[in-house]
């Protein structure tokens, strides 16, 4: 059967996750303007390989990087809409210590901060500390072991049972690591970490689809647009091996996601008896479970090529 929803969203009940920081915010300003003399009196700026210059890319880069979700905004979707916690379908941590490879590291250090959330967000408290020591590990290889210290650790130790508590550290270690990686000149590590995040959270979304709710199957419709979102982030590299396998990969899932079918339609605000302000309009989404299934097996691939 072919599902079409049209949005409509209460706007006092929009859902919480919508406005949480973004786990990968971006900090860098704009650069300097341009004095009004006139061009002649403008300093030169020096292009980048492409021909953008440095601040252009770094507006376009944090536009891009803003749309594609944290994954303690994707755990806490898949919570909202009715998703059991299920363990078996995490990134063993033993496996961590097989990724010697910068990007093997970054990969798996967003699908690792992906369990983290989803553990989190579930109230699995020790597993989500144990997560916590596994992105460490990761993070020494990459140069950055210093941001998830022992203080830190024992710090979400003695908050483990408290899961805001656990939400704050987790959303400021992530902040503190991209911060890190742009003054190393890395921000391509930030880019292949957003996309182990996204398809881990893609991944544990469509483990369970016959059992899943409505709201659940039309969320994961809706990746399709944040999939666009993160090819674009990718593309707003200068090329290397592993952002173009990478960008290979997601090329040939936006393919299969070729199957949902999204209509942009202008949203419209009307009041409600009770005083809800419902927005309606926005994109018409229309897909299938086959579609579905064929997003889950394509989603599953991917993450076991950087997993296994």
Same mark, same amino acid.
Request: glycine share 8%.
């Given at each position: ?183 190393? +000149?890395?921000?391509? $590590?930030?880019?292949?970490? &957003? #996309?182990?995040?996204? %398809? ?6 469509? *483990? =369970? ?71 309606? +309009?926005?994109?018409? $989404?229309?897909?299938?479970? &086959? #579609?579905?299934?064929? %997003? ?6 991917? *993450? =076991?090529?950087?997993?296994?």
């Amino acid at each position: 059967m072919r599902r079409a929803f049209d949005r409509k969203t209460p706007q006092r009940l929009a859902p919480v996750w919508m406005a949480l920081p973004l786990l990968f915010l971006f900090g860098c300003g704009e650069g300097p303007q341009a004095d009004e003399g006139g061009a002649e009196d403008a300093p030169q700026v020096e292009m980048d390989a492409e021909g953008m210059m440095p601040a252009r890319r770094q507006k376009a880069f944090k536009k891009i990087f803003h749309a594609v979700p944290s994954p303690i905004e994707t755990a806490l979707l898949l919570e909202r809409s009715g998703i059991r916690f299920d363990a078996n379908a995490l990134n063993p941590i033993d496996k961590a210590m097989g990724y010697s490879t910068t990007a093997s590291q970054a990969v798996n250090l967003g699908i690792y901060a992906g369990d983290l959330s989803y553990s989190v967000i579930f109230n699995q408290n020790q597993q989500s500390v144990d997560y916590l020591n596994t992105c460490r590990r990761l993070c020494d290889g990459l140069g950055v072991g210093d941001l998830i210290d022992g203080d830190l650790i024992e710090r979400a130790n003695s908050n483990r049972d408290v899961r805001d508590s656990l939400v704050q550290i987790v959303t400021e270690t992530f902040y503190d690591l991209n911060a890190r990686f742009r003054e190393n +000149g890395m921000e391509e $590590v930030s880019g292949l970490m &957003a #996309a182990g995040g996204w %398809i881990e959270g893609v991944y544990l979304g469509t *483990r =369970n689809l016959a059992s899943s709710t409505e709201d659940l199957k039309l969320r994961i419709a809706e990746q399709k647009m944040t999939l666009d979102n993160l090819i674009g982030l990718i593309d707003s590299y200068p090329p290397t091996g592993a952002l173009t396998r990478m960008k290979r990969l997601l090329s040939r899932l936006e393919s299969v996601y070729a199957n949902v079918k999204i209509t942009y339609n202008e949203a419209a605000a009307t009041a409600a008896e009770d005083g809800t302000v419902v927005i309606s +309009g926005g994109p018409d $989404v229309q897909f299938d479970d &086959a #579609a579905l299934e064929e %997003i889950a097996n394509a989603v599953a691939k991917i *993450r =076991n090529l950087y997993t296994q």
